[in-house]
């Protein structure tokens, strides 16, 4: 079949351990599927800043743009946290989504049966839970002007949150195609009691609800939202919101879970066009010592082969070999229960890779 | 002693009738500690769009600024939901807010033994749970100057966001001052690497903080915040954020410890004047059966009593007696775990009224 080009951003923290398993998963489904993947590796983030100046250097983007698809691990640590904003890794984060048009990001939100008890709630709460939030990522309050003035009252910083009914159909739609192949439930979340930008996003979703009369369709504020995930996260199926809602929310709803070290994410624009990663972060803590979990990050090239190549096969069959290893019993430290037991980075991708 | 004039604002729902058990509680005070308390009712947000054509006529503004606190019951509900928005009970909310100046939304969350497995979080994970947001509320993006226009792409809404020093400072040294009285641990949350106003926020509490140097300072990312507040709450003390933000997390935080049915709010200004109400809402499906639960309403009367009045003991002996009542096995509705055993609004009012 065609060679398909992923471009990989390793960056920085376990990124790199993480994403040589996913790597080690996908040349197995070159031999057991036969399909073809070329690889091209980028700087980005932290790495990038150190070695060229910039979180986000032209040529990792030119790589990018010339790709079928990123798979990226993660960005971002301490030692950058206190750069100037050019020279911050999550700059080069809202430089790539933007630069890549990457409006759209999935999140799934779902319970690992070996993680059951390491969520915070209760487990008859959490039981069932299975959640898409289907977050905007290229525009509102992350895009909008930003500066600072001298006021009456002293200096003043303003944000300012725009959206035009083009973005907002955009990724309403594709919410609602979202929901159409799950349970068919969308909850659109925003803030229509006091915001202006709201108020045009739930009046297009009202235009729009009715090209998809399966859906069954409700309207939450964004702070009950914040509270029925809390109360109820098992009776959400899609939930779509703008980019600063979708930022909190998703990371809400990631956290209920108690699975966020095994859960992957999507990052769409138009096309089939995708970056794809882990939902945790670059953990520096445990940086270079092989023991951090690369299940969310070989989750995430199962998505990329499902949402982007159209490889339902290999996804499938990625995810049953997850499974397969974490029933066995083996587990990395972050969610083993017997610690002394547990595996490292490298083990826990050959036995994927030996189960695929 | 002298006389406080209280401005009672029943407001919609089950406003009025929590309200009068409030107020019964008030006047037994007056018995036993000597305390004269001035009542002056007034009509707010649904209510008043139906008898005077706005959700917050001058008069019952005039009213509170006439006063020394308010105390409000709960507004709203689904009769005025699609109205436009000048007449929407929120509208009326947002404008006393800003014309009373209270700047300073206090939201503690504590878990009430009696609720404790009412919580969807697990039993261990909520012991020792005791927090309070402070959230500002008169800027941000809910103050800012909100349109509609023509875009390229279509109609575009716009929202700002916008923050000065002064109202920051302001905000914050409260936080700090009310951190002192407590745990002295200060979360300050933001979305600094994103936000300008953000970024002026936090570089005002760090500018700030020194001057507190008994209080411990962190400062969290709103999604981070999110996270942490589900997978670690007894660790958090006072949280200090933006309008927005705050709007977010003040209702998470509530709904994790279980018992938003029993949860008092202050929103406070320059000196001592507050308006004092219950964090739930107007419960419309409930109105007028006499089985709401009053207990939040009665406790936002100890929080007046404390800071805006300075009446520790009538506080005090208001908290105990709502716990004996409680540790007694009395129950509304809401919080009964045998239903049919639960006692009616006036009775609940009654039995705290004896046990002060
Ligand atoms: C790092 C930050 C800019 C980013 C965001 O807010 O979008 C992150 O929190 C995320 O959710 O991917
Ligand atoms: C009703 C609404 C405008 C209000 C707010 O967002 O401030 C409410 O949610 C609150 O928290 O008091």
Redesign the pocket.
């Known amino acids: 079949s065609e060679v398909k080009k992923i471009a990989v951003i390793a960056g920085d923290g376990i990124g790199p351990e993480v994403v040589a398993e996913a790597i080690k998963v996908m040349k197995k489904t070159e031999e057991l599927f036969g399909y073809k993947f070329e690889f091209e590796h980028g700087l980005f983030g932290g790495i990038a800043i150190d070695e060229k100046g910039t979180p986000l250097p032209q040529e990792t983007l030119d790589i990018c743009q010339n790709s079928d698809a990123v798979l990226l691990g993660a960005v971002g640590g301490p030692k950058w946290d206190n750069n100037s904003k050019e020279l911050r890794p999550e700059t080069g984060l809202l430089g790539i989504r933007k630069a890549l048009g990457l409006f759209s990001n999935i999140r799934p939100a779902v319970v690992f049966d070996c993680l059951k008890d390491a969520s915070t709630l209760k487990p008859e709460v959490l039981e069932g839970t299975d959640l898409i939030v289907v977050r905007e990522l290229t525009g509102g309050i992350y895009f909008g002007e930003k500066f600072r003035r001298d006021g009456e009252q002293g200096q003043e910083a303003v944000d300012t949150c725009v959206y035009n009914v083009t973005e907002i159909e955009r990724i309403v739609r594709q919410a609602f195609e979202v929901a159409q192949k799950r349970s068919k439930r969308l909850a659109s979340v925003d803030?229509a009691?006091?915001l202006e930008t709201s108020r045009l996003w739930r009046e297009t979703v009202n235009r729009i609800a009715p090209e998809y009369p399966d859906v069954e369709l409700e309207h939450v504020?964004v702070?009950?939202c914040a509270m029925q995930l809390l109360r109820r996260p098992s009776s959400f199926d899609v939930i779509v919101t703008e980019n600063m809602f979708g930022d909190i929310l998703s990371d809400e709803a990631a956290m209920l879970t108690g699975s966020i070290g095994m859960l992957s994410s999507a990052s769409l624009g138009e096309g089939s066009f995708g970056l794809y990663e882990p939902v945790h972060g670059s953990a520096p803590d445990i940086a270079g010592q092989g023991i951090a979990n690369p299940i969310a990050t070989i989750l995430s090239v199962a998505l990329m082969f499902r949402l982007t190549f159209g490889y339902e096969d290999a996804a499938n069959a990625i995810e049953a070999a997850v499974k397969n290893v974490l029933d066995a019993g083996h587990r990395t430290g972050d969610i083993a229960t017997d610690k002394s037991k547990a595996i490292g980075t490298t083990a826990m991708g050959d036995l994927i890779v030996a189960a695929l």
Do not use: A, E, G, I
Request: charge should be neutral; avoid cysteine.
């Open positions: 803030k009691n006091v504020l702070d009950n």
